[in-house]
């Protein structure tokens, strides 16, 4: 059970957002954490917490196709990210390197900053405690939930060369 | 039922008879693709996961375009570890700076982006190649590793909107106009996962590099990948490029599309993304007069030899104005020597222009004219989020290389018959 404070952002919240190009001349998830979302919010990484959740609009991680996005976002050791939508480079990062990230258009939109929220990752439950709300967010494809429960690709990627 | 150009694609680098949209597959890729700033996170993961071995080193190709040539000490320090590797395993299609330029531009000009192929890229706008009738999309740095590890890489198989484009096109309006107004029309997640096909007399009539610019710009409306049949413009530019033999995919006539768009694009002007939004579109005439700081022409979108041309025919006897820097950055090495051979560079630092060896640059903020807060630029690149080329308060126009070299002139948003007059003049 992730427990954490929701920080909302709107749509479209892009990769350069996320993580502006000037700090990709690192791949260190603690640097890159100091910088997490500055551009849409100077102060988050230093607000947020671990465990804390980001709630984002429709679109999130859109743009450059650049990891440092995610590992930011893991870097900061935040909880999990819900979205009304995931663009899909970033969704695929996401999956890959083991960030959890769920898709709940209604939890999304209903949350706003400062709202205590409960996460069952597993089942896919959101519960927004403040505003005393339960939602289920999308499950997914059978193929993903292999992905997520290798431990992302690179262990996937392993247990299918050792078997050729 | 009949098949999408993609099914089939899919299908045949899936090993299956057909395929259908929201199928996972596991594909094999024909060449896999990252920079210098995707390829450390892919080396490092391959590292990690003790991979020594690579699938394919001849079809692992490693383009060093964002921070090149380095900008400060730590990309220097980021390049020298992406080089170790590459020299390391000894990868033919390794591209160090002064040996290529911005992949997009750089992979079609080599000829090693083929027809009927499979082709991933650690960088979003690998969705460009699509513009030769394949399929290729940009993923992750971990996507790329499992690739260059095993040359497979999973797939949703996409549903595919097809758009066609009618009419005959003004004189000023090119392939990043109609690109333009597509993404304004469906809007920025429009095409959130699917391939778009572009079809259409208006569309046939362009360049194999108008089309590129196209299908470069497909992800700034959430798309997975672009399509466009090979025809023999494309045959045309494959001739004594094509590094590989290839197979010319076509969508059968009765393929279902989950959306289809007609357009008669006769009289349309050329278009405007304002900021900070790629679908914010509008007509050049609706923005015109808006103020401008910069002006950067370059970029995988619209940094080739024609766009260079066109820039260089309006430019030429005239001057950059007065307060305005205008960059110009050819998209590759061999763009800029060629554009040495034409007097184009000449043309541009005459009109004092600033010209760069090829590196995306400003297009991402990374270095060669980063912008302030506050300043504004016109741009012919793909991407105007808050921030995209530089401070959080700064500002992007994107448009096609003849609406940004009027306005370097002109120092606002302008038609550029409002600098050259009514006529297009030849280069
Ligand atoms: S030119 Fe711009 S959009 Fe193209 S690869 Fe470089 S940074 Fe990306």
New binding site residues.
């Given amino acids: 059970m992730i427990k954490g404070t929701a920080y909302k952002f709107g749509h479209n919240v892009d990769t350069d957002q996320i993580i502006p190009a000037k700090y990709l001349v690192t791949t260190d998830p603690k640097e890159l954490a100091q910088h997490c979302m500055e551009i849409a919010d100077a102060d988050f990484p230093r607000k947020a917490k671990p465990g804390d959740i980001l709630v984002a609009g429709r679109n999130f991680g859109c743009g450059?196709s650049r990891e440092h996005a995610p590992i930011s976002i893991k870097g900061m050791e935040l909880g999990l990210v819900i979205a009304e939508s995931f663009a899909r480079i970033f969704f695929r990062n996401c999956i890959n390197i083991g960030m959890p990230i769920l898709e709940c258009p209604e939890a999304a939109k209903d949350a706003e900053s400062g709202d205590k929220l409960e996460v069952d990752l597993d089942k896919g439950i959101i519960k927004n405690v403040t505003k005393g709300k339960t939602y289920q967010a999308q499950s997914f494809p059978p193929f993903m939930q292999e992905l997520i429960r290798a431990g992302g690709l690179m262990p996937f990627v392993k247990k299918r060369l050792a078997a050729q | 039922m009949g098949q999408t150009a993609m099914q089939k694609i899919l299908a045949s680098h899936a090993g299956k008879k057909s395929v259908e949209p929201g199928e996972f597959i596991l594909a094999k890729a024909d060449l896999a693709m990252a920079n210098d700033v995707t390829a450390p996170i892919a080396i490092k993961a391959l590292e990690k996961h003790g991979i020594t071995k690579l699938w394919n080193k001849e079809r692992i190709a490693i383009v060093f375009?964002?921070f090149v040539p380095a900008k400060d000490i730590q990309s220097a320090a980021q390049a020298a570890f992406a080089r170790e590797f590459a020299h390391k395993y000894d990868l033919p299609l390794f591209f160090d700076e002064g040996r290529g330029g911005?992949?997009?531009s750089l992979l079609p000009e080599l000829g090693l982006v083929v027809p009927g192929e499979v082709v991933i890229g650690a960088?979003s706008?690998s969705c460009t190649y699509g513009g030769l009738g394949l399929f290729s999309t940009g993923v992750g740095s971990t996507d790329l590793a499992a690739v260059m590890a095993t040359g497979e890489i999973w797939l949703k198989v996409p549903e595919t909107m097809r758009f066609n484009y009618r009419g005959t096109l003004d004189p000023w309006v090119t392939g990043k106009d109609l690109i333009l107004y597509t993404i304004g029309q469906i809007t920025f997640d429009g095409a959130l996962y699917k391939n778009m096909e572009f079809t259409g007399p208006a569309l046939k009539s362009l360049s194999m590099e108008a089309r590129l610019t196209i299908t470069n710009m497909v992800i700034e409306a959430g798309g997975k990948s672009g399509f466009i049949e090979a025809d023999e413009v494309t045959e045309a530019y494959l001739k004594g490029r094509a590094k590989r033999p290839y197979t010319i995919v076509k969508s059968d006539p009765d393929a279902k599309f989950c959306a289809s768009y007609d357009w008669d694009m006769t009289g349309m002007e050329p278009q405007v993304a304002q900021p900070n939004l790629p679908d914010k579109v509008t007509g050049v005439s609706k923005v015109s007069g808006a103020k401008v700081h910069s002006a950067f022409l370059g970029?995988?979108?619209n940094g080739r030899i024609e766009d260079l041309r066109i820039a260089a025919s309006i430019l030429k006897g005239r001057k950059v104005a007065k307060g305005i820097r205008f960059m110009v950055i050819p998209a590759t090495q061999n763009i800029y020597r060629q554009a040495l051979k034409e007097g184009l560079i000449d043309i541009f630092m005459e009109a004092e222009a600033i010209v760069s060896a090829a590196t995306?640059g400003p297009?991402?903020g990374g270095h060669m004219g980063v912008l302030g807060p506050n300043e504004v630029c016109i741009s012919s690149?793909?991407?105007n989020f808050p921030g995209r080329m530089g401070h959080r308060d700064s500002q992007v126009y994107l448009a096609n290389p003849a609406v940004v070299t009027a306005s370097a002139i002109t120092g606002y948003v302008c038609h550029p018959e409002e600098v050259v007059g009514k006529k297009k003049v030849a280069a």
């Fill in positions: 450059s | 375009s964002h911005v992949e997009h960088d706008h970029s995988c979108t995306c297009c991402l690149s793909n991407r």
